[in-house]
């Protein structure tokens, strides 16, 4: 149980374009879903806080704008990048919270974006 | 965010032997978390810690829960090349915020 799904896996886009990740709980209902940044040989970073029907929290330093969150239920929460820069090129990674398993935080397989 | 101090940050072991690591913060944290992150992958939950000076294992994997509540170790036994990959320790505070330590890259040599 406590199965966490992202789609795409990877992405390759053109600069100036968006692009949309989609972050599933598979088998729970998750109060809360996050969003996590990671660069190479570096810890994750958080990006923002999302429980479902609100909007989402931002951590200091990440542009809301930029970073669109949408968390439209208890199982699925999208990331959008909204033009799209190289500079954004990064490996994204959600995780959802579940009450059922003491609030620990499950992790999808993360998200490989490269902005030409 | 804290940042949790991680150490060692990269080693290289030969197989079959026993590994340690461990994680140090200056802030009290509720509970400790073990991830193990393989390459293109999202950190996988090896062990989770709730009580000061608690002692959990999970196959090879043991962690232990600082008395302080300010540190957690975790220990592989025995080795084998499977174990490879990127620890990470966590700590989540008593607003449910997850700090997450700089990593600790585990090479096992047949």
């Known amino acids: 149980g406590a199965v966490v799904s992202q789609h795409p896996s990877r992405v390759i886009c053109k600069s100036g374009t968006s692009v949309k990740i989609e972050c599933r709980s598979l088998?729970?209902?998750?109060?809360?879903m996050f969003w996590y940044r990671q660069f190479p040989k570096q810890s994750l970073m958080l990006m923002a806080t999302s429980n479902e029907g609100s909007k989402a929290t931002y951590e200091q330093g990440v542009e809301k704008d930029k970073f669109l969150i949408n968390h439209a239920s208890l199982t699925l929460s999208t990331l959008t990048v909204t033009s799209a820069h190289p500079e954004d090129s990064s490996f994204y990674i959600c995780s959802a919270r579940t009450e059922r398993t003491r609030n620990e935080q499950f992790f999808g397989p993360g998200t490989r974006l490269t902005v030409l | 965010g804290q940042q949790l101090n991680q150490s060692p940050q990269s080693m290289f072991i030969q197989e079959g032997e026993d590994v340690s690591m461990n994680c140090t913060s200056s802030s009290i944290f509720n509970t400790w978390l073990w991830y193990k992150q393989e390459p293109g992958e999202g950190p996988v939950l090896l062990i989770a810690l709730y009580k000061a000076g608690e002692l959990t294992s999970n196959g090879r994997l043991t962690a232990q829960f600082g008395i302080t509540r300010k540190d957690s170790f975790l220990n592989i036994s025995a080795s084998i090349p499977s174990d490879v990959g990127i620890y990470f320790c966590?700590?989540?505070?008593?607003?449910?915020?997850?700090?997450f330590g700089k990593g600790n890259q585990v090479v096992v040599i047949p």
């Open positions: 088998d729970f209902q998750a109060t809360t």
């Open positions: 966590a700590g989540r505070d008593g607003n449910n915020r997850l700090a």
